[in-house]
């Protein structure tokens, strides 16, 4: 059995943590220490019901499964371990900790006041390039995150989770905010202007990747227009997602021709459109010849 494609691909963030409740907590505690809040771990058990809910809803397979990949802080492995107490050992594939889809780093121990000047010349600089002293730009999250789908694509490929194809297979990716939204950006494609309108993600919110009957992963199938727009998607992107819901693998470039607009001013839709292809135009190195186009 080769290349069980899974069924759904699922990033889920963490719980609330105390960081996100008191920043100063970054300034005592390395970020990859920070633990969940008593919210955070009650938001945690509500995401595993629901995500129990899409995954083992109607229309899935009776013996479906899920493999689950967590972030090595503690606070998606806290949550990943509220998640888990939705589902039982006969549905779960296994569990690997991943280091490449941890969070942003931002530097050591965080100063507070240092820390506050830096984000607001984040703004000014821009979110994707824009890299923290002694920590990494989203456009290094970016390069770890792209050696993870190797690893991803090899799980699919060569069978490794020894998943029989008849079943329904879910990933469940637990992780961060940024990170997760970079998945997506390196997934669909997404440009850097694109990502910097996204949104972050709430605290265990999740975002459900799910193959349409093409074989093309898209959100539009278990999320709305109207949430698609809450998290920062252009209509053009939506449009994109809509079409993945029943496009076939590996038209996609032919079917988005929208996506050239990103890049050029102006294209005609064939040669034949431009009827001076090849009429003959000054060299401009030399403004007494000529030379055709072509």
Not at 76 to 100: A, D, H, N, Q
Not at 104 to 121: L, T
Not at 238 to 265: H, S, V
């Amino acid at each position: 059995m080769k290349g069980v494609l899974p069924k759904r691909i699922i990033l889920m963030r963490h719980g609330e943590s105390q960081g996100n409740r008191d920043t100063a907590a970054y300034t005592t505690t390395p970020d990859h220490s920070i633990h969940l809040t008593a919210q955070g771990v009650a938001q945690a058990r509500q995401a595993g019901i629901r995500l129990r809910r899409v995954i083992g809803g109607d229309g899935c397979s009776p013996d479906w499964r899920v493999q689950f990949y967590v972030s090595p802080y503690a606070r998606t492995r806290s949550t990943l371990r509220e998640v888990g107490r939705c589902f039982s050992k006969k549905r779960m594939i296994g569990v690997r900790e991943e280091s490449r889809i941890r969070e942003q780093d931002f530097g050591n121990f965080q100063v507070e006041e240092r820390m506050k000047v830096i984000k607001e010349a984040r703004e000014r600089f821009g979110r994707f390039f824009y890299r923290f002293p002694e920590g990494e730009s989203a456009a290094d999250v970016f390069d770890r995150v792209s050696s993870f789908f190797e690893s991803l694509w090899r799980d699919i490929d060569m069978n490794r989770l020894r998943h029989d194809p008849s079943n329904d297979l879910n990933f469940v990716i637990v992780s961060h905010g940024l990170t997760s939204r970079i998945f997506l950006m390196k997934w669909f494609k997404w440009t850097v202007e694109q990502f910097e309108h996204l949104n972050n993600f709430g605290n265990c919110e999740f975002r459900v990747m799910e193959l349409g009957s093409g074989g093309e992963f898209s959100l539009a199938i278990h999320h709305t227009e109207e949430e698609m727009l809450e998290w920062g998607l252009s209509p053009e992107m939506i449009a994109d997602q809509k079409w993945r819901a029943t496009a076939c693998r590996g038209d996609w470039n032919d079917q988005c021709p929208w996506y050239l607009g990103e890049f050029f001013d102006h294209l005609t839709d064939s040669d034949d459109d431009d009827d001076n292809d090849d009429a003959p135009v000054k060299n401009e190195g030399d403004p007494n010849s000529l030379s055709i186009c072509k």
